[in-house]
């Protein structure tokens, strides 16, 4: 499958029950794709027992801020395993909030899309999430789509 190429997406949540304002998650996702165009659908891929699929079985509001080839430290830095803690990538990184998710955006994405959980269903060693999108931006940002072929970030071109 490393050569199957994918697009690139920062999937975040807002988790309004940890600490007294909440708290931002994020993950670097691969498996990410359109289902239906009517209604609407996208199908995203977690791993079981992760910290996101734990947090998206009890909170069905999340974003996918779909990322261009400039962002790719973004990508790498919420890929990573025993990475900084999300409150202080989160920080440094320039985003807004969905206006029906209240997750993280990320500013300058390609599309940011929020979504809405209809159905789970166990997958090996994965969770697939099929969701409903709730709203669809598309900043106005120069750039190329952030691409993931062989265990690597790529651009196009």
Avoid: N
Avoid at 3 to 13: C, K, S, W
Avoid at 18 to 28: L, N, Y
Avoid at 131 to 145: F, Q, S, T, Y
């Amino acid at each position: 499958m490393a050569r199957l190429a994918g697009g690139v997406v920062l999937v975040t949540a807002h988790d309004p029950e940890e600490g007294p304002r909440g708290e931002d998650v994020g993950m670097t996702a691969t498996a990410f794709v359109s289902v239906s165009l009517d209604p609407p659908l996208v199908l995203l891929s977690v791993r079981t027992g992760s910290r996101m699929e734990e947090l998206l079985e009890r909170q069905p509001l999340w974003a996918a801020s779909l990322l261009t080839d400039a962002q790719r430290q973004v990508a790498g830095r919420f890929a990573m395993k025993g990475r900084l803690s999300d409150r202080l990538l989160f920080r440094e990184l320039p985003h807004g909030r969905g206006e029906y998710t209240d997750a993280p955006l990320v500013d300058d994405a390609l599309a940011q899309i929020e979504c809405r959980t209809e159905q789970r269903v166990a997958a090996g060693d994965h969770t697939l999430l099929v969701a409903r999108v709730l709203r669809v931006a598309l900043p106005v940002v120069e750039g190329r789509p952030l691409l993931y072929f062989q265990s690597r970030y790529r651009s196009l071109g």
